[in-house]
Structures are given as C-alpha cells and as structure tokens.
Nanobody, 124 residues
Framework: QVQLVESGGGLAQAGGSLRLSCTASGLTFREYTMAWFRQAPGKEREGVSCISWSGGRSLYGSSVKDRFTISRDNAKSTLYLQINNLKPEDTAMYYC?????????????????WGQGTQVTVSS
C-alpha cells in the first residue's frame, strides 16, 4: 500500500520560511517523479514544483519560482519543499504526489499517488 505523508506545515509570518517534507512508503521512491501541489480555499489546485527521480531536473510554477526549492533524498524516501519569503498568498493545503517515469510535469492528472496534505497558513 502506497502512502505519502506530508509534514512541516503550520502557521508562519510573512517573510518567514518553512520546510515541508513528504515521506513515502510502499513504493520504490527512486523510480518516481515527485511533485508538490497546493490548493487554497475556493481556488483550483496549482502545481508548485516537481523533481525527476534522480533529482537532476526540476520545474517550478511561475508564482513560486525563486522562493521555493524542491529536493529529495532517495535514501530516506523523502521529498522536501523549502519555502522562503512566505507570502499570505502561499496559504493553502500542500500535497505531495508521485508518478512513474522521469518526465517532470506540473499537471495533477499525471500523478498517481497523493498524500493527505499539510496546511500552510501565512499571516501578514
């Protein structure tokens, strides 16, 4: 049974930082492209970032580029998202997701496995 468990969310002030983690089990982590998505209340799900199975390639959504950094530790089966210079508009539920293959995309439809999410709330 595949499980993706996110952690690291919480309440933070604008300008601060958070690091989200996603620990995977039940799959061969190094064989999966991983991604972070987010969804704010009343808004559509947004692709934040993705990273190839080796970590050698990554993509970022235009609204988070230069502030977010995705990384992975295949030995620990863990995906990370470093968020710097938090903004109130970053407030959302953040989800990690996994897909087979090496092609990194920010379309949620391409991802097979999803976590339950971790809430990030940024106060101004």
């Amino acid at each position: 049974q595949v499980q993706l468990v996110e952690s690291g969310g919480g309440l933070a002030q604008a300008g601060g930082s958070l690091r989200l983690s996603c620990t995977a089990s039940g799959l061969t982590f190094r064989e999966y492209t991983m991604a972070w998505f987010r969804q704010a209340p009343g808004k559509e799900r947004e692709g934040v970032s993705c990273i190839s199975w080796s970590g050698g390639r990554s993509l970022y959504g235009s609204s988070v580029k230069d502030r977010f950094t995705i990384s992975r530790d295949n030995a620990k089966s863990t995906l990370y998202l470093q968020i710097n210079n938090l903004k109130p508009e970053d407030t959302a539920m953040y989800y990690c997701a996994a897909k087979g293959g090496s092609y990194c995309v920010l379309s949620g439809d391409a991802y097979v496995y999803w976590g339950q999410g971790t809430q990030v709330t940024v106060s101004s």
